[in-house]
Every structure is written in structure tokens, then in C-alpha cells.
């Protein structure tokens, strides 16, 4: 997830730019850079750092022009630095381009643009795009992009500029957001509306696989095809604040939601929609190497160690080796037995837990090899693992972790497939099933998000209770521990999360009218031992809401209130589990007034111990 803008009108371009990155910033913000036409030249302007770092950069200096072009990054594919930041050119420097999004196939067509003498300054997957286009480029920069696109697989938002065209921007998307915005004698490209809503309110959408044409009057658009599309122009309504969180009103909120796309994201180029095997480029980890491992150690903490814990089932299931857990905190301490046949699963959203590095520099010290989940490009978690697979969830502002959460059991489900065909565990006929249920997750995770009315009223009728307890087993005791943080952590009302065969050795006891119990009874080996435990609550006079499967028709006669999510293979349920969970903790905290992306007490990265 990156941030771009476009501007071309009367006003000088440098300061609209930069505006609108400041806008995206929540998009990306480990670099930026600009790139503005004057007097026949294009000058790129570009910063390793916050947007303020290119922002003082710039104070002071006459870039002159009125059209140019920006980026905010988000790091995907090499680290953050001043090489690797946006815009791009190719070899001539006259083609400029910035770029929101994934090119799966950038290796292949990078090995081919540099057999044919192309030279690479950076180590992004954007830069091929401006060499396809250098190369498609004929003396019409639309038609060049329509060329090079059509040679893209994955995601992609561009805004590209050449300087035998000074007065024309082309954009073009896939998979990857993309708005135009019109003014008057002037227009403008971004990732997201309120790059430009200080200047104009009327936006053009646009559809994938779409090339959209502008200068400062007008604003065409063609199809893959080259053939016009018509596309309509619409009148906003948000004002800046809300613009920023997509017309949600928390951050949270639209994370929350963008968990399809990130799955999909985070899914993209490792799994194929022909379900073949599964493909992690950056696992550090030879076949040979897997074959060789005998026990699997996970070191993480908060909503990632939760995580971790589901992992824990789908790859002893799976895989069929040892898995050992630990919050981080823990296994520095505990003199753990590690050695060179250890693979060390490191878990982590910001890549920066003072906790976590410290388990990783730990495992490290007695031998162990080193593999991170990581949602942070170039982290210090990435940094000192072997191998890093990242969890394409894009920024994550919202204190209380949700898409970072998901994506990460999303890549934990891909490492068991993984290891679990190579190992040799796996049948190929479970392999295919499960391959197949994982690709329509984010489908499913979309259809759940349509219409959760049900759930709203559960957490208004709740929403002043004494307390909470979340039960759960199999993998889904890690959606009850993640529900009940939940809950803490932006309602702030007690939860406990439990293994739901332990609640009678004690949680059981505080049952009463003024705790609520939610019970994850997700269909699996354990569903009927769920139904028995929710049984000893109803009988304690205690009420239940049920998280179950859409057509469990079974859970009706037992739970006072049921939440229902698509059915999958109950390992990969907490994936879709997560999401009602979510939404229970802040629907509860909303109605309870509270501040919602930053709750009281916490902090997004702990890089303290
Ligand atoms: C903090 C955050 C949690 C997060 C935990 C681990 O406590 O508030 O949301 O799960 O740190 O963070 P990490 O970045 O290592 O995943």
C-alpha cells in the first residue's frame, strides 16, 4: 500500500503534490518523492524518511512547474531508501513513473529489460515499468502504458509522465485504488480522494484494467483494448477528516474492512487461482532445508502471538513437526533449547517489538534459523531474519491490530502448506482442498463484510455488561484469546479468552447475568465439546453469543445470540472468525463513547522492553 498523486493545472505543482502525499501519508510513509516538469526538464526529488524529510528537502527551493507527479511508499519489494523511493525513470530519464501496488512477474521481465541493455538503479518491482514503457514509447505516452500493462500481472496504480509530452499525465490501474479528480483548468490523479478535496469534490472512479488520459482541461479514458470507456463523474460528499479513513469513522473501522484486499494482497503471486503449489519467494528455507528442521519455536507478542497460536495447530496438523510457542517476553528468559535444527517463526506487525527482536536475536545466538511474518519492509525483524515473508496488510494506524492479524494467519496457512507438501504430510487430495478453501477467503471475508446488521444489535444489548468470556478450542482457542484482547483493549471491560474445556477448572465460577460469553463453535473435531460447554454456562444462567458456521443449524438451540460466518476448514476458520470479533469489540467500544484508534495505555509498536 503506497500512496500517489498527479497534478496538472495553473497552480505551481510542488506544494499541491506534497499536500496531497501529506493526506495519503496513513497509505505509506517510510519514503517519498516527487517529480515536477519545468522548462523542458523533469526534476525528481526523492527522500529515505517521513514525507517531512523530502518536505524540508524542498523548503526553499524554485522547483517552478505546474504538472508533476508523487509518492508516498509503503515498502513492498526492496527496503525503504532514497534509491528505492518513487518516482521512477527509465534509462534516458524521461520517463517518470510512481507506482501503488505489486508486479508479481517484475523478476521475469526485469531478467528480459536487462538482457535487452536496460539499467536498473533500484531494487523495486515498480522500475519495469518505466523501461516497458521506454520501450513501448513511440511518441504517444498513452498508448506506451496501454502497451506496458498488458505485459503486468498483479496489482498496480500508476501515474506516469514523459517529457517529450509536457502537459500530459496517464494513469492506470489494477487491483490497486485509483481516482481522478476534476477542477476547473486543472485536474488531478490519486490513491485516494483526500489527496485533492482541498480543491475539488468531483471524482471519477475508475475501473480496473483502465488507462485514463488528462491534461489541465480534459480527461479521457480507454480500455485495455485502446478503445474509449465512458466514465461519470461524481459529486463527494465527505469532508477532509473522513475522506482520510475512506468514509469510516475509525480507522479501525476501515481496516477492519480492508481485510479482503489484504488477504488478497498478501495471497498474491503465492497462491494461484489454478490452486498449484504454493510459491514464497523470500522463505530463505531450501527444500532440503525444510526436510532438515525438527522443531518449529514461534516467538511474538500481543495480537501476532495469537497468531502464532493458530499457527501452532495448522502446522503440527499439517507439517506434522513440533511446535513450540512463547511471547517473546517469555523465551528470552526461560533458556529455551534451541539449536541449529530450530526454526525460529518470528512474528511481528511492525517488525520493531523490543520483546520480539530480542527472542529473534536470542534464537539466533543458540543456532536457530530464522524466518520473520512481518508487515514492515526493511524492519529490524526483517532486517536480522534469514528469510521474511511479508504480510501485505499495508499500514496498520488503528492501535488495536485487525488486518495485520489476519494477514498473518493468512502466511502462517500458506507456511503449512508449504512445509507440509514438501515434508511430505500432506496428502495431495487435503493439499487441493485446502489450497482451494484459502483462495476464497477473501471472497468469503468480502460476503461477511457486506451486512453484519445482527451483530450491531448484539453489542448495542451488551455493550454496558460486567464482563466477558471468550471460549474456545482447537485453533479457535486463539480467536477467543484475540476476541477477549479485543475487547480489553478498546472497550475496556474485563475479558478473558479461554480454552473452552478449561472453564471448569475456574472460569466457570464467575458465571452469572453480568458476564456474557462468547463461544467460537466453528464446526471441526471439537465442535460437539463446544456445544457441551456452552451447556454448563446456560445451565449457570450465564447468555451466550455464538460465533458459528452460516448454515450450523445445530448452534440454534443452544446460544442466545448467533453471529455467522461463511464456513472453511476449521483451520483456516480463524481467519474468517477474526472478523465478527473485531466488530463486536468495536461496536461495544463505540457505544460506550470511547476513543477508538487510540485507546488509553497503549501503544501501536512497543520498542521498549
Ligand atoms: C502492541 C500493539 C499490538 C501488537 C503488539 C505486537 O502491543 O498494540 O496490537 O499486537 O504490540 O506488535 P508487533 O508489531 O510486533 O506485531
Not at 155 to 176: G, T, W
Not at 235 to 263: C, N, S, T
Amino acid at each position: 500500500m503506497c500512496g500517489i498523486v498527479g497534478y496538472t493545472g495553473g497552480r505551481e505543482a510542488c506544494p499541491v503534490l506534497l499536500d496531497g502525499l501529506k493526506r495519503l501519508e496513513y497509505r505509506g510513509y517510510d519514503s517519498a518523492g516527487i517529480a515536477v516538469f519545468n522548462d523542458g526538464r523533469v526534476a525528481v526529488h526523492k527522500a529515505a524518511g517521513k514525507l517531512s524529510v523530502l518536505a524540508s528537502a524542498l523548503d526553499g527551493v524554485q522547483l517552478g512547474g505546474s504538472i508533476g507527479i508523487g509518492h508516498t511508499r509503503w515498502a513492498t519489494h526492496g527496503r525503504p531508501s532514497d534509491e528505492n523511493a518513487h518516482p521512477h525513470v527509465d534509462c534516458s530519464g524521461e520517463i517518470v513513473v510512481v507506482h501503488n501496488g505489486i508486479i508479481e512477474n517484475y523478476l521475469s521481465l526485469k531478467e528480459d529489460l536487462v538482457a535487452r541493455g536496460h539499467r536498473f538503479t533500484s531494487e523495486t518491482d515498480t522500475e519495469v515499468v518505466a523501461h516497458l514503457v521506454e520501450e513501448a514509447y513511440d511518441g504517444d505516452l498513452a498508448e506506451a502504458v496501454r502497451q506496458a500493462i498488458l505485459r503486468l500481472d498483479g496489482s498496480f496504480a500508476l501515474a506516469v509522465m514523459c517529457r517529450h509530452e509536457p502537459n500530459l499525465l496517464v494513469a492506470a490501474r489494477r487491483h490497486s485504488p485509483l481516482v481522478v479528480g476534476v477542477g476547473s483548468n486543472e485536474n488531478f490523479i490519486a490513491s485516494d480522494v483526500p489527496a485533492f478535496l482541498a480543491y475539488t469534490k468531483r471524482v471519477h472512479f475508475i475501473e480496473d484494467d483502465t488507462v485514463a488520459v488528462i491534461n489541465r482541461t480534459s480527461v479521457e479514458f480507454r480500455g485495455l483494448d485502446g478503445r474509449p470507456i465512458v466514465n461519470n463523474v461524481h459529486e463527494v460528499e465527505w469532508d477532509a477528516a473522513m475522506a482520510e479513513r475512506g468514509g469510516y469513522e475509525h480507522f479501525m473501522l476501515k481496516e477492519i474492512h480492508e481485510q479482503p484486499v489484504a488477504l488478497r494482497e498478501t495471497m498474491r503471486g503465492r497462491l494461484s487461482s489454478e490452486h498449484a503449489d504454493v510459491a514464497l519467494e523470500g522463505l530463505g528455507l531450501s527444500d532440503e532445508d525444510i526436510r532438515s528442521i525438527d522443531k518449529i519455536v514461534i516467538v511474538a507478542c500481543g495480537t501476532a502471538y495469537h497468531a502464532a497460536m493458530a499457527g501452532k495447530y495448522m502446522i503440527e496438523r499439517l507439517v506434522r513437526l513440533p511446535v513450540e510457542l512463547d511471547v517473546a517476553s517469555e523465551l528470552r528468559y526461560r533458556d529455551p533449547i534451541i539449536d541449529d535444527r530450530t526454526l525460529a517463526l518470528v512474528i511481528s506487525q511492525s517488525g520493531e517489538t523490543a520483546d520480539t527482536l530480542a527472542g529473534l536475536r536470542e534464537a539466533r545466538r543458540r543456532g536457530a534459523r530464522v524466518l520473520a511474518v512481518c508487515n514492515v519492509v526493511g524492519s529490524s525483524v526483517a532486517r536480522e531474519s534469514g528469510g521474511v515473508l511479508y504480510t501485505y496488510a499495508g499500514p496498520e494506524i488503528a492501535v488495536a491490530s485487525t488486518k495485520a492479524y489476519t494477514t498473518q494467519l493468512m502466511v502462517l496457512a500458506l507456511i503449512a502448506l508449504h512445509f507440509g507438501r514438501v515434508r511430505g504430510a500432506l496428502t495431495p487430495d487435503r493439499d487441493a482442498d485446502l489450497r482451494r478453501m484459502l483462495w476464497t477467503i477473501p471472497e468469503q471475508a468480502d460476503l461477511f463484510l457486506a451486512d453484519y446488521g445482527d451483530l450491531i444489535d448484539c453489542a448495542e444489548r451488551y455493550h454496558n455488561i460486567g464482563g466477558f468470556l471468550y471460549m474456545g478450542r482447537g485453533p479457535n482457542l486463539a480467536s477467543a484469546l484475540e476476541g477477549a484482547l479485543k475487547i480489553k483493549e478498546i472497550a475496556y471491560i474485563h475479558a478473558e479468552g479461554y480454552a473452552a474445556g478449561e472453564m471448569k477448572h475456574g472460569p466457570i465460577a464467575m458465571i452469572d447475568p453480568t458476564m456474557a460469553t462468547v463461544a467460537v463453535s466453528t464446526k471441526g473435531r471439537t465442535y460437539e465439546k463446544v456445544l457441551s460447554n456452552i451447556l454448563e454456562v446456560k445451565a449457570r444462567m450465564g447468555e451466550v453469543i455464538a460465533v458459528a458456521g452460516r448454515h450450523d443449524e445445530e448452534i440454534a438451540k443452544y446460544a442466545d445470540h448467533i453471529i455467522r460466518v461463511p464456513e472453511t476448514d476449521e483451520l483456516l476458520s480463524p481467519i474468517l472468525n477474526a472478523l465478527p470479533l473485531q466488530l463486536l469489540a468495536y461496536h461495544v467500544a463505540k457505544f460506550r463513547g470511547h476513543e477508538i484508534d487510540q485507546p488509553r495505555n497503549l501503544a501501536k509498536s512497543v520498542t521498549v522492553e
